[in-house]
């Protein structure tokens, strides 16, 4: 049976193509390196972005902005990030990124850091 397409392993296939495993890890605590930031900055504008837009406004997925996410508790965005939504095409990235990570994307997305100034 010939195999179907899947957002999931492609997303995969896009974050592992970004040299995202070979990055700089982030130590538990404190902002990423400085080249760790630039990956997972890449990351959400290419690869959230390919979703959610590319001015992380909406698209299949929903708005990233800082007004779409207001009221949404963190901690819940970042298990969002981590482990997807299953039965929608939102994969996880758990593989690819620590919870330390998950959560500097959230609060990023949240004060506007990757939206076009």
């Known amino acids: 049976m010939p195999r179907r397409f899947s957002l999931r392993r492609a ?27 630039a990956a997972l900055r890449d990351l959400v504008l290419q690869d959230c972005g390919s979703c959610h837009g590319l001015r992380l406004k909406g698209g299949l997925g929903p708005a990233l902005t800082p007004e779409a ?39 990023a997305l949240r004060r506007g850091d990757f939206l076009e100034r």
Do not use: N, Y
């Open 69 to 107: 996410l207001r009221g949404r508790p963190p901690e819940l965005l970042a298990a969002t990030v981590l482990d997807g939504r299953p039965g929608t095409p939102m994969p996880p990235w758990r593989p690819f990124l620590t919870e330390a990570e998950a959560r500097w994307i959230v609060e």
């Open 11 to 37: 997303a995969a296939g896009l974050a592992l193509g970004a040299g995202l495993l070979a990055s700089v890890q982030t130590p538990a605590a404190g902002p990423p390196a400085p080249e760790r930031a």
